[in-house]
């Protein structure tokens, strides 16, 4: 009997615990004869070979390497009375017919037997792998024979392949472009070994797509897939995307990364600036996020204190790969979590994210000054918003961060103190104004309106509370990256119906585990703030429909461990990490 955990996420890639029998494996593995796996050896923990007859695949199924699926050497035993594998012979679109077409207990093993033909064919790679992770239980494996390739492990692993066979003749025509060299078969399968162990490593610490950016350039199909995923299968890829993590933005393709494309769209539609600003600040970046907490945004922030205006100054970093970001949401991901090398030039894809962004965030903002406190590699920006150069003092570039600078950035602002009565009423609004802010681009419009309906805001940025005469709606939450919830603000949130999760009618004692799971919202993702409530309903079953089967009350707020649609459609595993309970649930 198999029986698979998934215990690591990282984009569609998972680390899975299986137990087969009385043995234990994880993935990503790759399947080899028996013979071979007794050859190897065993490193225990750290075992990234399991033989084919524990997963009970016939062994002809791997030796020939199909060059089409008319060369598929099929046994007429073994596979046909398997009822956990499941022979994948078709390509995108006809792969969901034929997958749709199973009857009974779905299979624990996928394998897509012509994985090395789609090799060379990247956009039916791409298309065919995605939708076969996409449309399989999450807890079944999919395996890739003949692809164990270091450079195509990395990449399959990103597309959701969680084992891969070995390559009988190690001099195949078919291998000669890709850049390894290889002059044994122990050669081959210790590159093999540290290629696995390479990738489970990056899923752990959440930097498989940073790997995956460094492998892919070296074979053009491999590039060629990635910058079709990241084109063409953004929705579809998106949603296994966390929203915590580290970013390392070090490549030309991380621009187009699904989670740095999520968050420029998400300020598209739902970020509105403050309306009480009346004055436009763009500055730079730094290296230490969020920038608040950087040398020069703190010189920078108490420069506008110091002229008592600062509650109407719209400030906005210009940044790659982000494009823009509004001083609001300074600590969401990945706005708060990304690295990029600093070169001192903007390649013209950098600009135009750049353009694009700043004409979605000063969209209906009318402004009577615009001051821009930007260095001289800056100067694209002069040809989209026109506004006073503070960093260049009578024709000569300064550092942002240099005193002569941040004085002349005073007294320019100074110039204008006059013509704004700034008192510490408008400074409270300003303070509740960029809270609506946040909760809008973190919740949605309409659920970030209900959610701030009335409500106070109190503290010093960024230890901000939100309160109201029903008591607590929440805090503002540097470590989780955004507003978690307190009752009052998850009472609110359940009015709305979003980011959150419906459980069976059992009493709560601790985390929510996917079994439990009934319904949840579409837009929730890894890392979110979500809220529980309990079903109507008694003996409910799990539905994707069962959203106005939700009870009233919250039971309990958390973060998170699976997106939305994962969290219905798994059967095992932890979906929600509960931080807090409510009433009676104890």
């Avoid at 679109?93 to 009857?103: N, R, S």
């Avoid at 033909?117 to 024979?145: C, F, G």
Wanted: proline letters at 4%; glycine letters at 8%; aromatic letters at 8%.
């Amino acid at each position: 009997m198999l029986q698979v955990d998934v215990i690591h996420r990282c984009w569609m890639a998972r680390i899975c615990a299986l137990k087969i029998d009385d043995k234990e494996y994880k993935t990503p593995a790759i399947l080899v004869p028996d013979d071979i796996y007794e050859h190897i050896g065993h490193d225990g923990a750290d075992e990234v070979f399991i033989p084919y007859s524990n997963i009970n695949i016939h062994e002809g199924l791997m030796i020939k390497i199909p060059l089409s699926v008319e060369d598929l050497v099929i046994a007429d035993h073994g596979i046909g009375e398997n009822k956990d594998v499941f022979i994948v012979q078709r390509t995108y679109p006809e792969v969901l017919h034929e997958i749709g077409g199973i009857k009974g207990e779905s299979p624990k093993v996928y394998v897509l037997m012509h994985a090395l033909e789609l090799i060379n064919h990247p956009r039916r790679l791409v298309n065919t792998l995605t939708a076969l992770r996409d449309n399989i239980p999450y807890q079944s494996l999919i395996y890739a024979p003949c692809t164990g390739i270091p450079g195509i492990i990395t990449l399959l692993a990103y597309f959701g392949v969680d084992l891969y066979g070995i390559i009988p003749t190690i001099f195949d025509d078919r291998l000669t472009e890709y850049p390894y060299f290889i002059n044994s078969f122990e050669q081959a399968l210790s590159l093999l070994q540290q290629e696995v162990r390479t990738v489970r490593n990056a899923i752990e610490k959440g930097m498989l797509r940073e790997f995956v950016e460094m492998r892919a350039p070296m074979h053009r199909s491999t590039i060629a897939a990635l910058r079709i995923a990241d084109r063409e299968m953004y929705q579809t890829i998106e949603k296994y995307c966390s929203m915590e993590g580290r970013v390392f933005a070090n490549t030309g393709e991380s621009l187009n990364r699904p989670d740095i494309v999520r968050y420029r769209e998400r300020v598209k539609n739902r970020y509105n600036g403050p309306r009480i600003a009346r004055i436009l600040l763009l500055l730079p970046c730094s290296a230490k996020k969020p920038y608040s907490a950087s040398l020069t945004h703190k010189k920078i922030i108490s420069v506008l204190q110091g002229t008592g205006i600062r509650a109407i100054v719209h400030e906005v970093i210009i940044t790659s790969p982000l494009g823009v970001v509004p001083r609001e949401v300074e600590i969401y991901y990945p706005a708060a979590h990304y690295d990029t090398p600093v070169t001192g030039v903007w390649d013209k894809n950098e600009v135009d994210i750049v353009a694009d962004m700043i004409e979605s965030v000063l969209e209906g903002m009318k402004y009577d000054y615009v001051f821009i406190h930007l260095p001289q590699s800056h100067g694209f920006i002069a040809d989209m918003v026109d506004g006073i150069w503070t960093c260049k003092i009578d024709g000569e570039w300064r550092n942002p961060a240099s005193k002569e600078a941040l004085e002349n950035l005073g007294s320019e602002i100074k110039r204008i103190v006059e013509e704004y009565d700034v008192d510490s009423n408008l400074c409270q609004k300003r303070l509740e104004e960029d809270m609506l802010i946040r909760a809008k681009f973190q919740f949605g419009s309409d659920c970030g309106d209900v959610l701030m309906q009335s409500a106070l805001v109190h503290g010093k940025y960024p230890d901000l509370k939100i309160v109201c005469e029903r008591g607590k709606i929440g805090k503002l939450s540097q470590k989780h990256g955004g507003i978690i919830l307190d009752y009052e603000g998850a009472r609110r949130v359940s009015r709305t119906k979003k980011y959150c999760v419906i459980v069976g009618d059992f009493t709560l004692r601790g985390d929510i585990f996917a079994p439990g799971v009934l319904w949840a919202d579409d837009d929730i993702r890894r890392g979110d703030e979500v809220v529980v409530l309990r079903t109507n309903i008694k003996d409910g079953a799990k539905d994707k429909d069962m959203e106005g089967d939700m009870g009233d009350e919250p039971i309990a707020v958390g973060r998170a461990l699976m997106f939305g649609e994962e969290m219905i459609k798994s059967s095992r595993g932890m979906a929600v990490k509960v931080r807090k309970r409510f009433h009676g649930v104890f």
